[in-house]
């Protein structure tokens, strides 16, 4: 075998069919134009302002825009690479690789790099426009190197523990939403260390363990934070980001070098077993009893749906540490509230809002992949065949992913009960499960739309996570800016519409951290954002049902019905 210098085949083949994809070019100008757009509003208020204000806006305008990058980045990129692997193990094209004169390295090393230059590149995009930032006073040249440090670290690392974990894992989503338990785990890692170490007997502690802010002195958003112009508790210096990209670089390594390892026997003894049937305990059969799946004769795409998407062991232990995780945390913020401390409705209210967001995060990861995954294995086309209507392939679909929406109001709704018992303001919490059923339908209805209109299964998911977190983050800033702050400024009320924030402010008004106007004004305000999403699901609903048989190339007509078995002769 010759050697080669490079990437190898692998790289260049993906590479080219990925740069001739107008979907990369477009996500790309679409975050320079969102960036551009936050700016415009700061640029026309200096005129009045004096050179303190300018200072002080474009403090806040570059913190928004770094966190905006980050997020953006640090979620759309492990979209992009969760199945680069575990993709081609279901469609049987890396086996072929296999037989190939082509070393397990070039193989991995190949399908990383094409997913991560197109990242790499989008870094490169907004550059000048956190430079342009710099210009205008409040934030350090050297800020702008701080935040890129910390982005690179966080899009090679994201990048390569979605690759390595696509080596063992059977699914694209549940993939994506390992690698985003894995970062939630690191973002939380300085609060659950305290809580541990405060558990611990005064003799197990020592000296030589890291504080609080030890922990927390590498994490991103902290780092991001720090260079934008705040002040933290500990010094943070331009070695502190050096380290954090060090880190990040030798745990991608690690990770790079344990999937090359293991990738070709992880998947040969896979395909040797064959898909493993999920099992179903006593558990399972009590749920079941409880909450009776669809039947097959009246839904059978449905029916399809509920077995195909069972949870995994994956799944299982993805689920397993959020309720874990919003259970130590609420009853924490719960055992503070019981005591009459006010800090216990305050950290209440703000882990109300990151549970909901996070868990809708983890709806949007799955969403897109419903209709892709089947889309690429094939199995699509065969389902189309049959004489099931397009309304019923679609519904049954949507349908299908949004049942993982309502076990998500469990704990945030036990939460909220509990911020409403010091006011009695018991109503609120139905209005705030409407709220979130709202957006998990909106999120359903988007990631089923971009499934049928993006052949990509990356492009569909990392499309989907990248409104998502426009829509959490952005949407803040705009709607400030836009809107305005003060208080006969409606930009507050707009702001719910981002679904962390909108969830955890109004949890934190049921609480009574506001007058009665403010409560009022808010509830509008919800109700309103209820409607509107809503109104977006339904609609993204329609457009789906209206371009599914021409992105997908079906011909849906009376004559298809004409001679279709009738729903009882189906069943048996």
């Not at 996500?27 to 009045?48: D, I």
């Not at 197990?204 to 363990?209: D, V």
């Not at 909106?442 to 052949?455: C, Q, V």
Request: glycine residues 12%; hydrophobic residues 50%; charged residues 10%.
């Amino acid at each position: 075998m010759s050697r080669r210098v490079g990437l190898g085949p692998v790289f260049a083949s993906e590479w080219r069919m990925a740069s001739r994809r107008w979907h990369t070019y477009a996500l790309r100008s679409l975050t320079v134009l969102l960036l551009l757009g936050l700016m415009t509003p700061v640029w026309y208020s200096w005129s009045e302002a004096t050179t303190a204000r300018r200072a002080e806006m474009n403090k806040v305008f570059y913190g928004w825009a770094a966190m905006i990058i980050l997020g953006l980045v640090g979620l759309a990129a492990p979209a992009a690479t969760a199945g680069a692997i575990c993709q081609d193990k279901a469609r049987g094209s890396l086996t072929l690789l296999f037989v190939t004169e082509l070393s397990d390295a070039e193989i991995v090393l190949g399908k990383l790099a094409a997913r991560l230059v197109p990242v790499l590149g989008m870094i490169l995009c907004v550059a000048p426009v956190l430079v342009l930032g710099t210009v205008f006073g409040g934030v350090a040249p050297v800020a702008l190197v701080e935040v890129l440090l910390v982005v690179l670290s966080c899009a090679v690392f994201g990048c390569s523990l979605a690759l390595a974990m696509s080596v063992w894992g059977r699914k694209t989503h549940e993939v994506l939403m390992a690698t985003y338990v894995f970062g939630i785990l690191y973002l939380l890692a300085a609060p659950i260390y305290s809580g541990l170490q405060a558990m611990l007997p005064a003799a197990w502690q020592s000296s030589w363990l890291p504080s609080f802010w030890g922990v927390l002195r590498y994490n991103p958003i902290f780092l991001v934070l720090a260079a934008t112009g705040g002040s933290p508790p500990i010094p943070v210096t331009l070695g502190t980001y050096a380290t954090f990209l060090g880190m990040g670089l030798a745990a991608s390594a690690g990770l790079v070098a344990v999937a090359t390892w293991r990738v070709r026997a992880v998947v040969i003894r896979q395909l040797g077993r064959g898909p493993r049937a999920p099992r179903t305990g006593r558990l399972g059969l009590l749920a079941r009893r409880a909450w009776p799946g669809p039947s097959l004769d009246r839904n059978p795409v449905l029916w399809r749906e509920c077995r195909w998407r069972r949870p995994s062991r994956w799944g299982l232990a993805v689920w397993g540490i959020y309720v874990l995780l919003c259970v130590g945390f609420g009853g924490f913020a719960i055992a503070g509230m019981i005591h009459g401390d006010r800090w216990g409705r305050e950290l209440g209210a703000g882990v109300n809002g990151l549970q909901a967001g996070a868990g809708l995060l983890l709806l949007s990861a799955s969403a897109a992949t419903s209709l892709a995954e089947e889309r690429q294995r094939g199995g699509l086309d065969v389902l189309m065949a049959t004489p099931l209507s397009t309304r019923e392939i679609v519904w049954g679909k949507w349908r299908g992913a949004f049942r993982g929406v309502p076990p998500l109001l469990a704990p945030t709704l036990a939460l909220a009960a509990a911020l409403a018992a010091h006011t009695g303001r018991y109503w609120g919490v139905a209005l705030l499960a409407a709220l979130i059923l709202a957006q998990g339908a909106a999120i359903t209805s988007l990631g089923l739309a971009l499934a049928t209109w993006t052949p990509r299964m990356g492009h569909a998911a990392a499309l989907t996570v990248g409104l998502y977190t426009t829509m959490s983050i952005a949407w803040v800033p705009l709607s400030l800016l836009l809107f305005g702050e003060g208080p006969g400024g409606g930009g507050h009320g707009v702001t719910a519409g981002s679904p962390p924030l909108g969830v955890g402010v109004y949890s934190s008004m049921l609480a009574g951290d506001c007058t009665p106007r403010e409560f009022a004004t808010q509830t509008l305000w919800t109700l309103f954002w209820t409607l509107a999403y809503g109104a977006a699901a339904l609609g993204l609903l329609l457009a789906t049902l209206g371009t599914f048989n021409r992105c997908l190339g079906r011909v849906d007509g009376p004559s298809n019905r004409d001679d279709a078995p009738t729903r009882s002769g189906r069943g048996e």
